[in-house]
């Protein structure tokens, strides 16, 4: 299994409301990562996992809480996002400090309205 | 301040042509760099990589330049063909230390039949 996969696909909130994103991976990598991507933009590192413990907050409002229940599983809890927060959802994931190269699951589009 | 630059935004090639698609970088600390190719609503696929140990790296199609002195690495795609027409990616980390990627802003590859 060489895939990262996500879900859901699409995901449409309102200002309110609380969901959650998952991601999943079974390649054994240790580093796990969520991206933000706006139209025509590079994605934005916003949090690594590395070995389940977080590693990296790019400073990401406290709207967005991430979750690693192991290391196969990266979750992105969302809560009272904003319009602006509408984006590409990416997550990754490596081998960790052994490995470079990162592999991008498919994303989930989130519309919040 | 970006370190990792991609000066042209798109880039038209015929089929059966050479595409080269030029990365600049500023910090003298990034060791690793990595290609990505994207279409739309996906996430980014992972093409091929360059250690700083090395000028040159090569994947079928794909070939990966790295000049050091000038801080500059491209991408050549030969032949080009119309699936390779996506938004290509430059990235660049430093080895054994953050996990944190930097990417440039992408070129987008339009290949005409």
């Known amino acids: 299994d060489t895939e990262v996969t996500q879900t859901p696909k699409h995901l449409v909130m309102g200002m309110t409301n609380k969901k959650s994103l998952k991601c999943e991976q079974h390649?054994?990598?240790?580093?796990m990562y969520w991206y933000k991507q706006k139209a025509k933009k590079p994605p934005e590192l916003m949090f690594v996992?590395?070995?389940?413990?977080?590693?990296i907050n790019e400073s990401v409002p406290s709207r967005f809480s991430p979750e690693c229940p192991n290391s196969s599983l990266l979750n992105l809890h969302l809560h009272a996002l904003q319009p602006e927060d509408s984006a590409l959802y990416l997550c990754?994931?490596?081998?960790?400090?052994?490995?470079?190269?990162?592999?991008f699951g498919p994303g989930t589009r989130l519309t919040v309205l | 301040d970006q370190q990792v630059k991609q000066n042209s935004p798109s880039l038209s090639v015929q089929e059966g042509r050479i595409s080269i698609l030029n990365c600049d970088y500023t910090?003298?600390?990034?060791?690793?760099f990595l290609w990505y190719k994207k279409y739309p609503a996906e996430g980014p696929t992972f093409l091929i990589s360059?250690?700083?140990?090395?000028d040159k790296n090569e994947d079928g199609r794909f070939t990966v330049f790295l000049n050091k002195s000038a801080k500059h690495l491209s991408l050549h795609i030969v032949p080009s063909q119309p699936g390779d027409s996506a938004v290509y990616f430059c990235?660049?980390?430093?080895?054994?230390?953050?996990?944190?990627?930097?990417f440039g802003k992408g070129t987008k590859l339009t290949v005409n039949p």
């Open positions: 910090n003298s600390m990034f060791d690793y």
């Open positions: 996992y590395s070995y389940e413990k977080l590693s």
């Open positions: 990754a994931s490596s081998q960790g400090w052994a490995g470079n190269e990162q592999f």
């Open positions: 360059i250690s700083s140990i090395k």
């Open positions: 990235a660049a980390k430093t080895q054994g230390g953050s996990e944190k990627l930097v």
């Open positions: 390649m054994g990598h240790r580093a």
